[in-house]
């Protein structure tokens, strides 16, 4: 009974990730036309879609510690451990920020046609895709918006707390001297998993780390940078989930 509950929980995520998609797509279709309409868009996911799909699974999101200002760009990272970490993340700032994601997502039924025009997406077999990701950036970053990448390897073996991390949001970084904020979802894997053999509503938490200024670094020590938050949010991970 309990893993029947668990699919059919699972369907409703979808259920509820498509019908805002639906309703407002051909409004969010027209802003993207516009060199500013991102702006609005993102306002629509933050406060209409990220709360809908939180609210209708029974979550609910709290932040510990103390969070930046808004009104700042920054390079914002976090541990993937969860379908649901989108939706948290957008809870995390009201200052807009676009995400960089996988090119696959584009294959998605209306929600790819969004996704193409608001995403920066990456082809992660093609140099000159990961390439292109470093212009767009730039582009955002003019226009005052954060930039967001899940930094890890691979994320979905969940008998691994945290996966090695991808260089390239720390090189994106410091090329930009775009300030890291790295925070910490402590909750998502657990009680949202990548698979649907277990999972429950409540609390998700998401603890803010120091901000990481990066203005007078040199891509030599992307390593030593990348290391370094690695270590930061797996203690996190370790000691306070």
Known sequence: MRKIALVLWRIWFYTLTAIPVLVFFIPLAILLLFPNGYRYVFWVARNIWAPFVLFGMGFWVKKIDGFPPEGKSFMLVANHTSYIDIMVMLRMRKTPFVFVGKKELVQIPIFGYLYKRAAIMVDRSSSKSRFEVYERAQKVIQKGYSVCIFPEKEYIDESVILNPFKKGAFKLAIEHELPIFPMVFLDCKRKFPWYTTHGYPG???????????????????????????????????????
């Open 203 to 241: 609390s998700l938490r998401v603890k803010a780390l120091a901000v990481i200024p990066t203005k007078n670094l040199i891509l030599e020590e992307t390593h030593i940078l990348q290391e370094s938050i690695y270590l930061q949010i797996k203690n996190e991970l370790m000691f306070k989930s």
